[in-house]
């Protein structure tokens, strides 16, 4: 059996991993799946101040690898949520087995999500922020999204998040350099992308394996059955 915890990406909730979440429970394996705060069913706890940012959503998923006292993990993230477990790994690396991104960023120390963005993208956050209360409005996926019915559930599940989850450094203290097994699965639809150069630069560097995915950015939603082969995959691979 192995222990998975699936973090979800901007705007989204845990709700975005069910139909992978069934399919690796039915393998026997243990799986946790957080909301962050502020989002989905946690959306009441949103925080008009703006206190809510990065920091917030890796003691999320500290937090509940400590309550649960969680061990040789396998911890996964999508998107937004790569800065996340990133983080998360430098405060608790020594009950992690193996990280794997979905389509992640994938971040250094001091470095914030606009950071790898770029400029340009940094601007536009800051702009919708000041429109919106502080807050930074959800990306709509297009109704023509290949998921069909499960695209339109991604949809109406999405809320805004604080402009600090997106422009907050990620902090890492160097412990989770020492897990050395580590897995980039890059969606190649719409390619290229802003994760495009996390592919590239990570398909040569030892202690990573690097994969593709014919889908969309949204690898659960769009195609749920091959993403969780690829996670069984990963949880088999010593």
Same mark, same amino acid.
């Not at 994938?106 to 770029?118: M, R």
């Not at 536009?124 to 429109?131: R, W």
């Not at 994760?195 to 560097?205: I, N, S």
């Given at each position: 059996?192995?222990?998975?915890?699936?973090?979800?990406?901007?705007?989204?909730?845990?709700?975005?991993?069910?139909?992978?979440?069934?399919?690796?429970?039915?393998?026997?394996?243990?799986?946790?799946?957080?909301?962050?705060?502020?989002?989905?069913?946690?959306?009441?706890?949103?925080?008009?101040?703006?206190?809510?940012?990065?920091?917030?959503?890796?003691?999320?998923?500290?937090?509940?690898?400590?309550?649960?006292?969680?061990?040789?993990?396998?911890?996964?993230?999508?998107?937004?949520?790569?800065? +996340?477990? *990133?983080?998360?790994?430098? #405060? %608790?690396?020594?009950? /992690? @087995?193996?990280?794997?991104?979905?389509?992640?960023?994938?971040?250094?120390?001091?470095?914030?999500?606009?950071?790898?963005?770029?400029?340009?993208?940094?601007?536009?956050?800051?702009? +919708?922020? *000041?429109?919106?209360?502080? #807050? %930074?409005?959800?990306? /709509? @996926?297009?109704?023509?999204?290949?998921?069909?019915?499960?695209?339109?559930?991604?949809?109406?599940?999405?809320?805004?998040?604080?402009l600090a989850c997106f422009t907050?450094?990620?902090?890492?203290?160097?412990?989770?350099?020492?897990?050395?097994?580590?897995v980039f699965l890059y969606a190649t639809?719409?390619?290229?992308?802003?994760?495009?150069?996390?592919?590239?630069?990570?398909?040569?560097?030892?202690?990573?394996?690097?994969?593709?995915?014919?889908?969309?950015?949204?690898?659960?939603?769009?195609?749920?059955?091959?993403?969780?082969?690829?996670?069984?995959?990963?949880?088999?691979?010593?």
């Open positions: 059996m192995t222990t998975f915890v699936l973090v979800h990406g901007a705007w989204s909730s845990g709700w975005d991993w069910s139909e992978v979440t069934a399919r690796l429970r039915a393998h026997g394996h243990d799986v946790h799946v957080p909301t962050l705060t502020g989002l989905g069913e946690r959306a009441h706890v949103a925080h008009e101040d703006g206190s809510i940012g990065l920091d917030t959503h890796i003691q999320d998923v500290v937090a509940l690898i400590e309550w649960r006292d969680l061990e040789d993990i396998v911890l996964v993230g999508h998107s937004y949520a790569g800065m +996340v477990i *990133t983080g998360a790994a430098s #405060r %608790v690396a020594w009950r /992690i @087995r193996r990280l794997v991104y979905v389509d992640a960023f994938v971040p250094e120390n001091g470095q914030s999500l606009a950071d790898l963005t770029g400029p340009d993208a940094r601007t536009h956050l800051e702009l +919708v922020a *000041t429109a919106n209360k502080g #807050r %930074v409005p959800p990306l /709509i @996926r297009p109704h023509e999204a290949p998921a069909g019915t499960r695209a339109e559930g991604y949809n109406q599940r999405l809320r805004p998040m604080p907050q450094p990620v902090r890492l203290n160097g412990d989770e350099a020492t897990i050395f097994d580590r639809g719409g390619a290229p992308t802003s994760r495009t150069r996390f592919f590239e630069a990570l398909r040569d560097r030892p202690g990573w394996r690097v994969s593709t995915v014919g889908t969309g950015h949204v690898v659960m939603i769009d195609d749920p059955a091959t993403l969780a082969r690829l996670l069984l995959d990963a949880a088999d691979t010593r």
